[in-house]
């Protein structure tokens, strides 16, 4: 085919282009998989029934917001990761500083306790259990936005995996939340960033394979 | 050096001017500033292209048409805060770099491939014919798609014309193309993929 040919071929189709389609494309990925992560927090784990009493203690917020902010800058990262040519630039540190927090808030509230304490502040009551399941809850969320950048244009797969895998494993520790009972800093600092790094390394591993395009 | 860094850096803006006005009107569906849009992008990928894969011209021609049809159907990763030619030039160097690697011969690549914002510096509307036929790959294609891209493409028949000659309907014609279209570059992508 010439390439003169070809040019007129695309040049049919011409249909009008929706403007934002990156933003737009993660953000419905999102809005539909949250859902299905919330039900799965719900049958699988269950809503701690105290929630009411514990939205009155500053940890549990803690726990909440640590991962949403981290979800919020993965959705940041990931559109512009999408589009080529786009630099990420300040985006990277949305997704770091909410880490470091967490980490100089665990350093400090381990230093502060008492030495008796401090084995239980790092191993809580579910250690075991905490990062397998964030990463289950973070499925279908890993899935959605795998399947968003399917349809847009990463020039660096990866790292957009990577970012994919972020997002979600930020979100679901975030959903997560809402039925753990751990409530020490030095826990979130270990267990919920390692459950968010479990996606984070499959999308990475497996972003170069499904990504092309 | 310096004189000539300027010149075809004003060489550059000024084409990021006038491609981007074209591209944008295209954007919004105006389909004769994108035919031109699309002309004038794929002498500039021809340039391009051709200096950095300065040992194989035969690659140049294939690269030019699967960018262009990349481009095509990525159009809506493009937004206007961005310069035009940072999108081109990063899915020209994605797609260059894919082909480099699947040739295992990236590091005989005679530029560095951090190079300055310069797609658009230069032209060459000289087309050579393509190696690889995309018509072949054409032919793998479901007639839905297949049978508007032929009558469009060889015939050179409008929409409408493509319509009757194929008793599909005029949107059937536009679905069938626009799909047709991204199912080429699936497959031209999974071919590299899988050799």
């Not at chain 1, 949250?34 to 105290?50: K, N, S, T, Y």
Request: glycine share 6%; net charge positive; hydrophobic share 55%.
């Amino acid at each position: 085919m010439k390439t003169d040919d070809l040019v007129a071929l695309l040049a049919t189709d011409a249909a009008p282009v929706p403007r934002r389609a990156a933003s737009r494309r993660i953000a419905v990925a999102l809005l539909l998989s949250l859902p299905v992560a919330a039900l799965i927090m719900q049958v699988e784990f269950g809503v701690r029934r105290d929630l009411v009493q514990v939205m009155f203690w500053p940890m549990f917020w803690v726990k909440v917001l640590v991962p949403s902010s981290i979800a919020v800058a993965g959705f940041v990262v990931l559109q512009r990761l999408a589009r080529p040519g786009v630099a990420v630039r300040a985006g990277w540190l949305g997704l770091l500083v909410p880490v470091l927090l967490l980490w100089g808030l665990a350093m400090v509230s381990y230093l502060l306790a008492p030495e008796t304490r401090r084995a239980d502040m790092v191993w809580g009551q579910t250690w075991r259990t905490c990062v397998f399941n964030i990463a289950t809850i973070s499925i279908p969320i890993f899935v959605a936005a795998m399947l968003a950048l399917k349809g847009l244009a990463p020039t660096r797969p990866a790292l957009a995996g990577a970012c994919a895998g972020a997002l979600a494993g930020a979100a679901a520790a975030a959903v997560y939340a809402f039925h753990c009972i751990e409530l020490a800093a030095p826990f979130l600092a270990i267990w919920y960033v390692a459950g968010m790094a479990v996606p984070m390394l499959v999308g990475a591993l497996v972003g170069p394979r499904l990504l092309r395009w | 050096m310096a004189r000539t860094t300027t010149g075809s850096t004003t060489q550059g803006s000024d084409a990021e001017l006038l491609l981007r006005g074209l591209f944008m009107r295209g954007l919004d569906g105006d389909a004769a500033a994108y035919h031109q849009f699309l002309q004038r992008l794929s002498a500039h990928l021809r340039a391009f292209l051709g200096k950095r894969l300065f040992g194989w011209p035969d690659e140049v021609e294939d690269l030019v048409q699967e960018c262009l049809l990349a481009m095509h159907n990525q159009r809506h990763t493009y937004q206007p805060d961005q310069p035009l030619t940072a999108w081109v030039q990063a899915i020209a160097r994605y797609k260059m770099i894919d082909l480099l690697r699947s040739k295992s011969v990236r590091e005989a690549l005679h530029d560095p491939l951090e190079d300055d914002l310069a797609v658009f510096a230069e032209s060459d509307t000289d087309a050579s014919d393509a190696r690889r036929d995309l018509a072949g790959l054409l032919d793998t294609l479901p007639d839905r798609q297949r049978l508007p891209i032929v009558h469009v493409k060889l015939q050179g028949l409008s929409v409408a014309e493509a319509a009757t000659a194929t008793g599909m309907s005029e949107s059937a014609v536009k679905v069938g193309i626009h799909r047709g279209l991204k199912a080429l570059a699936a497959r031209i992508a999974t071919g590299k993929g899988t050799s």
